[in-house]
């Protein structure tokens, strides 16, 4: 394979493929499917699965799965062989439409949330033909939703594929009012962009916290951080250039459009960006990418860190996730466009992403709220835990012009009128400077900033086209209604500016007056997951999901379970992890290194009474006292550990896991870190932050 068109998509299962080698009516009824959401009937199932098996096959595959994303936040499969044994006692490769269609995994062992007995065991995973079959480490990957025998989801994608359902029919009332009448469908697109750090594969393996938490849970800092500014966008070191390129590679082949690779803030850290997709296929080619990036990482005796924190200190990892409306004539629905007809639509969906932000900001919160991701929000090197919508100057004066019915400073210094004037090109510079703003427009687009790097994006895009669909129906019913169209939509725009602008704001989201100008503003700070998830379950989002079908109550009530158990088990390991490691190999070390300046001073004093032994005394003494202090943090988190075990109730628990647990971890590492800067290199347990931030050369 030589050249990049060769090898892109080589591994999928796409259109093209399917032109090829599908009989005509076959790929006319998938192309149905796939453009209209239309039922597949088994026959064509079986005619379908036949194909993927021919192809899989010549490709060098043996196995099938149903590739699923279950409540982990990892993807699932189980492999099953393609043979069958035939009557002469030999095999034959077998592959069936019912195969293709439904699987019946054990769904015991995934999380659940109570929605699932033990004894009901059984779920199943059902053919998701709008994604792509494709071929990984020999094994034909089938892209399914998983649900429980009684037809709740137990994974991301099925209310993610509702989600975008709903959008669609909300947005087409709205569209055809603007008289769009070849447009047939409305899908959102998202291009994420992953941030990661790539260490060496055997310094990793000395890290007891890396290998177990993906996180460094001690560690005191090096002499050089990322203060120099140095590494962002800075060479990329061969080793690195190697690694980027194969990941590209790779990735290329299962059709996903890796397209920009640098190096980030921190040093060690990188960033990935694709070309966008539809929302359901960025979303299972954003989970792909996260396990090749991994997995390409070994070969290159790398170990690649997806965590939102691996280091104190320095920036953490995020994911940008770029948003938009399409229809399939190919018109993006958050572009402004040229004539005022088009800039009207352009504000009708601006004023519902604004309606939605500002009213679901807590789902949105939600959405991207996790242990890892609680260090990064409001910390100053991401953006603050409060949600609120960056637009740009430009734009702000436009909607503060129509708001106040202003003369807007344009060049015939004309009021604003929806469907008579054009908004100005905005130059897209305006529109995209703005760095520390969690939601921010990007000219033809919303770059939603909070999300940690380790998570699926699916979560904030259900959170977003559930919202923005259900602003659109409230905005339908109205238009829909009117005597007069263009009256009733400008007073729509009007109001709804009003109403919301308190959710726009374009200033630095770092000053501390954001905080106090926030609050004025009644927005929400919800600082940590455990302040966060409460309000998933409140009766506005749960009518929110519920009104629209993409969750049922006990779906959301599972969820918030999962969330919640999945904060208070992570902040365990955590724990349990640091009293290992303190114990076992920090202690032991440090009190060595004690007895042997102590026993220095003594040898050397013994040879001559009034010998300087200042350094081996005063280090002693400092060692001692904080060998101490950290034996006495570690009885506390211990303690701690101990109480949190009595705890039954999930809520209360991730309380104490914030309020009692993670204190205790923070003074029981402040310890141990002052220890690391006097102890000497040669008894410290484990590499230094220098060497994991700088050990890729
Ligand atoms: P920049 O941030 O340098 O301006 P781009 O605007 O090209 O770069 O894109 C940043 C990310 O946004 C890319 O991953 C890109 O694919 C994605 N993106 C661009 N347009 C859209 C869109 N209409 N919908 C979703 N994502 C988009
Ligand atoms: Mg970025």
Same mark, same amino acid.
């Given at each position: 394979?030589?050249?990049?068109?060769?090898? &892109?998509? %080589?591994?999928?299962? /796409?259109? @093209?493929?399917?032109? $090829?080698?599908?009989? !005509? =009516?076959?790929? #006319?009824?998938?192309?149905?499917?796939?453009?209209?959401?239309?039922?597949?009937?088994?026959?064509?199932?079986?005619?379908?699965?036949?194909?993927?098996?021919?192809?899989?096959?010549?490709?060098?595959?043996?196995?099938?799965?149903?590739?699923?994303?279950?409540?982990?936040?990892?993807?699932?499969?189980?492999?099953?062989? &393609?043979? %069958?044994?035939?009557? /002469?006692? @030999?095999?034959?490769? $077998?592959?069936?439409? !019912? =195969?293709?269609? #439904?699987?019946?995994?054990?769904?015991?062992?995934?999380?659940?949330?109570?929605?699932?007995?033990?004894?009901?065991?059984?779920?199943?995973?059902?053919?998701?033909?709008?994604?792509?079959?494709?071929?990984?480490?020999?094994?034909?990957?089938?892209?399914?939703?998983?649900?429980?025998?009684?037809?709740?989801?137990?994974?991301?994608?099925?209310?993610?594929?509702?989600?975008?359902?709903?959008?669609?029919?909300?947005?087409?009332?709205?569209? #055809?009012?603007?008289?769009?009448?070849?447009?047939?469908?409305?899908?959102?697109?998202?291009?994420?962009?992953?941030?990661?750090?790539?260490?060496?594969?055997?310094?990793?393996?000395?890290?007891?916290?890396?290998?177990?938490?993906?996180?460094?849970?001690?560690?005191?800092?090096?002499?050089?951080?990322?203060?120099?500014?140095?590494?962002?966008?800075?060479?990329?070191?061969?080793?690195?250039?190697?690694?980027?390129?194969?990941?590209?590679?790779?990735?290329?082949?299962?059709?996903?459009?890796?397209?920009?690779?640098?190096?980030?803030?921190?040093?060690?850290?990188?960033?990935?960006?694709?070309?966008?997709?539809?929302?359901?296929?960025?979303?299972?080619?954003?989970?792909?990418?996260?396990?090749?990036?991994?997995?390409?990482?070994?070969?290159?005796?790398?170990?690649?860190?997806?965590?939102?924190?691996?280091?104190?200190?320095?920036?953490?990892?995020?994911?940008?996730?770029?948003?938009?409306?399409?229809?399939?004539?190919?018109?993006?629905?958050?572009?402004?466009?040229?004539?005022?007809?088009?800039?009207?639509?352009?504000?009708?969906?601006?004023?519902?992403?604004?309606?939605?932000?500002?009213?679901?900001?807590?789902?949105?919160?939600?959405?991207?709220?996790?242990?890892?991701?609680?260090?990064?929000?409001?910390?100053?090197?991401?953006?603050?835990?409060?949600?609120?919508?960056?637009?740009?100057?430009?734009?702000?004066?436009?909607?503060?012009?129509?708001?106040?019915?202003?003369?807007?400073?344009?060049?015939?210094?004309?009021?604003?009128?929806?469907?008579?004037?054009?908004?100005?090109?905005?130059?897209?510079?305006?529109?995209?400077?703005?760095?520390?703003?969690?939601?921010?427009?990007?000219?033809?687009?919303?770059?939603?900033?909070?999300?940690?790097?380790?998570?699926?994006?699916?979560?904030?895009?259900?959170?977003?086209?559930?919202?923005?669909?259900?602003?659109?129906?409230?905005?339908?019913?109205?238009?829909?209604?009117?005597?007069?169209?263009?009256?009733?939509?400008?007073?729509?725009?009007?109001?709804?500016?009003?109403?919301?602008?308190?959710?726009?704001?374009?200033?630095?989201?770092?000053?501390?007056?954001?905080?106090?100008?926030?609050?004025?503003?009644?927005?929400?700070?919800?600082?940590?997951?455990?302040?966060?998830?409460?309000?998933?379950?409140?009766?506005?989002?749960?009518?929110?999901?519920?009104?629209?079908?993409?969750?049922?109550?006990?779906?959301?009530?599972?969820?918030?379970?999962?969330?919640?158990?999945?904060?208070?088990?992570?902040?365990?390991?955590?724990?349990?992890?640091?009293?290992?490691?303190?114990?076992?190999?920090?202690?032991?070390?440090?009190?060595?290194?004690?007895?042997?300046?102590?026993?220095?001073?003594?040898?050397?004093?013994?040879?001559?009474?009034?010998?300087?032994?200042?350094?081996?005394?005063?280090?002693?003494?400092?060692?001692?006292?904080?060998?101490?202090?950290?034996?006495?943090?570690?009885?506390?988190?211990?303690?701690?550990?101990?109480?949190?075990?009595?705890?039954?109730?999930?809520?209360?628990?991730?309380?104490?896991?914030?309020?009692?647990?993670?204190?205790?971890?923070?003074?029981?590492?402040?310890?141990?870190?002052?220890?690391?800067?006097?102890?000497?290199?040669?008894?410290?347990?484990?590499?230094?932050?220098?060497?994991?931030?700088?050990?890729?050369?």
């Amino acid at each position: 394979m030589n050249t990049v068109s060769e090898m &892109f998509g %080589c591994m999928v299962f /796409d259109d @093209k493929v399917m032109r $090829e080698r599908l009989p !005509k =009516e076959t790929y #006319k009824a998938m192309q149905k499917t796939i453009q209209d959401g239309r039922k597949l009937d088994i026959s064509v199932a079986t005619v379908v699965a036949n194909a993927m098996k021919d192809w899989a096959i010549e490709k060098g595959a043996t196995h099938f799965t149903h590739w699923f994303q279950p409540l982990t936040g990892v993807t699932a499969e189980k492999h099953d062989g &393609f043979i %069958c044994p035939s009557n /002469d006692g @030999k095999i034959i490769m $077998e592959f069936s439409g !019912k =195969e293709l269609v #439904k699987g019946e995994p054990d769904a015991s062992s995934f999380p659940s949330g109570g929605l699932r007995s033990t004894f009901e065991a059984r779920g199943y995973t059902a053919w998701d033909p709008t994604a792509y079959a494709f071929i990984k480490d020999d094994t034909l990957c089938i892209p399914t939703a998983f649900c429980s025998y009684g037809g709740e989801a137990l994974d991301k994608k099925t209310p993610l594929l509702r989600s975008m359902e709903v959008i669609n029919k909300q947005a087409m009332r709205v569209l #055809k009012l603007f008289g769009n009448e070849n447009v047939t469908s409305v899908k959102t697109t998202v291009g994420p962009e992953q941030e990661y750090f790539l260490i060496p594969r055997e310094l990793f393996d000395l890290r007891k916290d890396l290998i177990y938490t993906g996180r460094t849970l001690f560690g005191a800092k090096p002499p050089k951080g990322q203060e120099l500014d140095d590494h962002y966008f800075g060479q990329i070191k061969p080793r690195v250039k190697a690694y980027m390129k194969e990941l590209d590679e790779e990735l290329w082949k299962l059709g996903i459009l890796a397209k920009t690779e640098h190096n980030e803030v921190a040093p060690s850290q990188h960033e990935l960006a694709p070309i966008f997709a539809t929302t359901n296929i960025a979303t299972d080619h954003n989970q792909l990418t996260m396990e090749i990036m991994q997995k390409v990482a070994k070969k290159h005796d790398l170990v690649c860190l997806l965590h939102e924190k691996p280091f104190a200190g320095v920036n953490g990892s995020g994911k940008h996730n770029n948003w938009s409306i399409s229809t399939n004539t190919g018109i993006n629905l958050l572009e402004p466009g040229e004539t005022p007809y088009e800039n009207a639509q352009f504000l009708l969906f601006l004023c519902a992403v604004i309606k939605a932000v500002d009213e679901y900001q807590d789902m949105l919160r939600i959405s991207v709220a996790s242990a890892g991701n609680d260090h990064r929000l409001g910390a100053n090197e991401a953006p603050p835990a409060i949600v609120s919508m960056f637009i740009g100057d430009e734009l702000a004066e436009i909607l503060d012009a129509i708001e106040s019915e202003k003369e807007y400073d344009n060049k015939e210094k004309s009021l604003m009128k929806i469907g008579v004037h054009t908004l100005p090109r905005f130059s897209k510079d305006s529109t995209d400077r703005n760095r520390t703003s969690p939601f921010a427009f990007t000219s033809n687009k919303f770059e939603f900033r909070m999300l940690g790097s380790a998570s699926s994006v699916a979560g904030p895009n259900i959170v977003l086209n559930t919202a923005v669909a259900e602003e659109l129906e409230k905005f339908a019913d109205i238009l829909e209604n009117a005597e007069d169209f263009e009256t009733a939509l400008n007073d729509l725009i009007k109001k709804t500016i009003k109403e919301h602008k308190r959710i726009i704001f374009n200033g630095n989201g770092y000053d501390d007056s954001w905080l106090e100008e926030a609050e004025r503003r009644g927005l929400l700070n919800l600082k940590t997951t455990p302040d966060a998830l409460p309000y998933f379950i409140s009766q506005k989002n749960i009518d929110l999901f519920t009104k629209h079908k993409v969750f049922s109550e006990a779906e959301i009530r599972s969820r918030y379970e999962i969330s919640l158990e999945s904060y208070c088990k992570i902040i365990n390991i955590e724990a349990l992890t640091m009293v290992d490691m303190v114990k076992k190999d920090i202690l032991p070390a440090v009190s060595s290194y004690g007895r042997e300046l102590a026993d220095i001073a003594l040898t050397k004093k013994s040879l001559l009474a009034d010998m300087d032994c200042s350094y081996e005394e005063e280090t002693a003494a400092k060692e001692c006292a904080l060998t101490g202090e950290l034996y006495k943090n570690l009885k506390i988190l211990e303690d701690a550990v101990a109480k949190s075990e009595k705890i039954s109730d999930m809520s209360e628990l991730s309380f104490f896991c914030k309020d009692e647990i993670i204190p205790a971890m923070n003074a029981l590492r402040s310890a141990a870190d002052e220890l690391e800067s006097i102890t000497s290199a040669e008894f410290w347990p484990y590499p230094s932050y220098g060497d994991l931030l700088f050990g890729v050369r």
